[in-house]
């Protein structure tokens, strides 16, 4: 399941793209947003795999927007200006939609942003955190969940936690968007390993994790739930 947001200043334009998404299968539009500076606290916060990005906005552009985000998704660009093509390949986007589209150019569009998800996938095995003077490789399929505490996290795996002095932004960064979402200030949690949820609260092998009401409709929308 592909998660995504859309961030347009025409409201009509983000209806035409969630009309879009919802005859595909395979994609998930958490939110959407008219006002760009809105959409990037909330993508600092909430790792996706795509954005549909306007470029022409005021206050905050696209192209702006993008560069303020050391962790880049997917981008696919929806506008209206044919002049902004050239400029946009050099943010190495997914696609270029120019406005208006129709469902079938829509869908290529997701199909190239889904080849490369799965190029990626297969290239996102570990990842590297700081224990003193060590440097020790974690697997992303071996976490559990990661919570935060001061200036360090806790990385709790399948057999052992590692604790390292990293903000929660720095380990967004490292994280697959597939595998990894946050539901609470304080924790990060690896969806593959979820049992079940209940009453507010996450469970995973012998753990109990709460689901802050701040996050709680990212999580039960990324997970297609009602």
């Known amino acids: 399941m592909i998660t995504a947001i859309a961030i347009e200043d ?36 909430n ?3 795509l954005v549909f990005l ?14 303020s ?24 986007a997914a696609d270029y939609l120019l406005k208006p589209f ?13 080849q490369r998800l799965e190029s990626q996938k297969s ?29 360090y996290l806790d990385i709790v795996t399948k057999t052992k936690t590692h604790t390292t002095r990293m903000t929660f932004l720095e380990m967004v960064e490292k994280l697959p968007t597939s595998k990894f979402i946050r539901i609470h200030q304080s924790y990060l949690v690896n969806v593959e390993h ?5 009453n507010n609260q996450v469970y995973m092998a012998s753990e109990k994790i709460p689901i802050s009401s701040r ?6 929308k990324r997970l297609d739930l009602a």
């Open 215 to 220: 996050y709680k409709d990212v999580l039960f």
């Open 54 to 67: 306007d470029i022409n906005m005021p206050y905050l552009s696209g192209l702006e927007l993008l560069d």
């Open 10 to 45: 025409e409201p009509k334009a983000i209806q035409v793209i969630k009309h879009h998404v919802d005859k595909l299968k395979n994609m998930n539009l958490l939110a959407s947003f008219t006002d760009a500076q809105e959409a990037l606290k909330y993508l600092k916060e």
């Open 123 to 151: 290239k996102e095995a570990f990842f590297f955190i700081k224990d003193g003077f060590k440097n020790i490789k974690v697997a992303f399929e071996d976490v559990l969940f990661i919570k935060g505490s001061g200036n």
């Open 69 to 92: 985000l050391h962790s880049k998704p997917q981008i696919i660009f929806t506008t209206a200006y044919s002049e902004f093509a050239v400029e946009s390949y050099d943010y190495n």
């Open 194 to 198: 979820i049992d079940k949820i209940e």
């Open 47 to 49: 790792p996706v795999d």
């Open 102 to 114: 129709e469902f079938d150019r829509f869908q290529l569009a997701v199909s190239r942003v889904e």
